[in-house]
């Protein structure tokens, strides 16, 4: 008798989170984005979000809340309610901040339920034009000559600009001094202007300064070459094998949130990557559309928070 009680408990759940899918959804749908306008995820859910409202049926409204390297954003959908209506679009910092972040206000595997990735994009290894280095070796070469001696920018301790140059650091066996600033946009411009060496922007960010002259590229950081700066060589096709960093983008929701209702979410932003318009768009921007299941965009976040845990343990790095 009990094993029948339970056997209806759960087909009861089953029918009652099918049901909840096929209505949903009835009200707006608020997508967190824990950083401030205009950077990259934002760019990211805002290029997605009108695609994805009309294969959802619904509205998805854009809403930033940043705050200690995205982590305030996600805190605020982990203690949703579990009911789709709010979820969140983080980066790679998903799998980065735990290792990074000595305390933790969620736990990110337990608290948290992969919707799907929505794309990813390469950074840039940028030079100001004082530096003499023309190619990756070069500047290898010259960073271990005079160990310490060169200077990198980031957006701040713990960002994507900060983790691509320490992972290159690592890989490359060269000390080269992190100066962090208050966003990419600075420590950008700080580059061009010579106040640093050099930096790891996304390619959105640098594309118009390396095409006008006023930085030189000498690497993008992806597996391939960028559409967007097609003669720019790769890390490893410039001379450095086994260094490849992509900032990653991933949809999520609170754990608990109805299976049917994750692969309503998950379905219409496939839909909304494929379409020819959304996927135009977002080459533009420099973002590569990637589509996957809620059990691939998990694996991914599985598999990568150790490896960055590691690093951040061998590199010292912390997030202030």
């Not at 701040?156 to 900060?162: A, E, I, L, P, R």
Request: charged content about 15%; glycine content about 10%.
């Amino acid at each position: 008798m009990k094993v029948a009680h339970l056997t209806a408990l759960l087909l009861c759940a089953a029918s009652i989170g099918t049901a909840a899918a096929q209505s949903y959804p009835q009200r707006p749908v608020r997508l967190v984005v824990p950083y401030a306008p205009g950077g990259s995820a934002d760019i990211a859910a805002r290029l997605v979000s009108d695609a994805w409202s009309k294969s959802l049926g619904g509205t998805i409204v854009v809403e930033n809340r940043a705050g200690a390297g995205g982590n305030i954003g996600v805190d605020a959908v982990a203690k949703a309610a579990a009911d789709g209506y709010t979820i969140g679009l983080q980066t790679v910092s998903l799998a980065i901040n735990p290792g990074l972040f000595p305390r933790m206000p969620y736990d990110t595997l337990k608290d948290l339920a992969p919707i799907g990735m929505v794309a990813s994009s390469q950074h840039v290894l940028v030079v100001n034009n004082n530096v003499p280095a023309r190619n990756l070796q070069e500047l290898i070469a010259a960073a271990r000559a005079t160990p310490g001696k060169l200077t990198y920018g980031s957006a701040g301790n713990g960002s994507t600009f900060h983790m691509s140059a320490e992972l290159f650091k690592s890989v490359a066996n060269v000390s080269i001094v992190h100066v962090p600033y208050r966003g990419g946009g600075p420590a950008l411009v700080d580059t061009i202007a010579g106040q640093v060496d050099m930096s790891f922007p996304v390619i959105s960010a640098a594309q118009q300064h390396v095409q006008g002259g006023k930085l030189k590229a000498l690497a993008v950081t992806g597996s391939k070459r960028a559409p967007q700066l097609p003669n720019v060589p790769t890390a490893a096709e410039a001379g450095l094998p086994g260094y490849a960093f992509e900032t990653w983008f991933m949809v999520f929701a609170p754990a608990g949130t109805p299976r049917p209702v994750i692969d309503k979410l998950n379905a219409a932003l496939n839909t909304a990557l494929a379409a020819q318009a959304t996927r135009e768009r977002m080459l533009k921007e420099g973002f590569e559309p990637t589509p996957t299941t809620p059990e691939a965009a998990r694996q991914r976040l599985e598999k990568e928070m150790p490896v960055w845990a590691n690093l951040i343990r061998q590199r010292g790095i912390t997030a202030e």
